[in-house]
């Protein structure tokens, strides 16, 4: 008889902290139905990244069109693991190319060995080299890793604008 009471207390101490267990996790839900959730509609909704966001390059442009890059090669001397690789040519004065006496003949990123530490954007002297807040670079071609000069010229079609980052250059 007291086996059968004690079976029985035990039974019921058990039922109650499952019973217990459920109503905290009930609860624990219940929270969570008033709170705004973190999760986006990605791709079709996209977070603003932020500021110090280092992702794809992009070589950069004067508002009058020249190029900002001279060919100095300093973005690939500081680049820890030479994936930069640029040959200078002389600018022809007659229709220059860049407003230095030289500029990039080529310029070329093997983008599958960059390491994104921003050290070439830092050593640029001129601006011309940035990472900007483009992380879309998912690519099944390897040939899509290798940038060239063209392609880092050009923005994609979905290129938000990195807020505060344009006053570090204003007076480039
Ligand atoms: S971000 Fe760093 S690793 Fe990538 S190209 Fe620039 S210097 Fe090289
Ligand atoms: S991107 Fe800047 S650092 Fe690199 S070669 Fe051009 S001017 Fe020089």
């Not at 207390?9 to 019973?19: D, N, R, T, V, W």
């Not at 603003?48 to 950069?60: A, D, F, I, K, N």
Request: charged share 30%; aromatic share 10%; proline share 5%.
């Amino acid at each position: 008889m007291n086996n059968e009471k004690k079976c029985i207390g035990e039974c019921l101490s058990e039922a109650a902290k499952g019973a217990q267990a459920l109503i905290a996790g009930m609860v624990h839900i219940f929270k969570h139905l008033f709170i705004k959730m973190d999760t986006i509609q990605y791709p079709e909704e996209r977070r603003e990244m932020p500021p110090s966001t280092r992702g794809r390059h992009y070589l950069r442009r004067y508002d009058d069109g020249l190029e900002r890059c001279v060919g100095c090669s300093l973005c690939a001397a500081n680049c820890p693991v030479s994936c930069i690789h640029v040959e200078a040519g002389e600018n022809n004065p007659e229709s220059p190319v860049s407003r230095g006496e030289r500029h990039a003949k080529e310029y070329r990123i093997n983008i599958l060995r960059c390491i994104y530490c921003g050290y070439c954007e830092e050593a640029c002297p001129t601006g011309a080299i940035v990472l900007r807040d483009h992380t879309e670079l998912a690519s099944y071609k390897r040939d899509d890793y290798l940038y060239n000069k063209e392609m880092l010229l050009k923005y994609p079609k979905y290129q938000p604008e990195r807020k505060n980052f344009w006053k570090r250059w204003l007076s480039v």
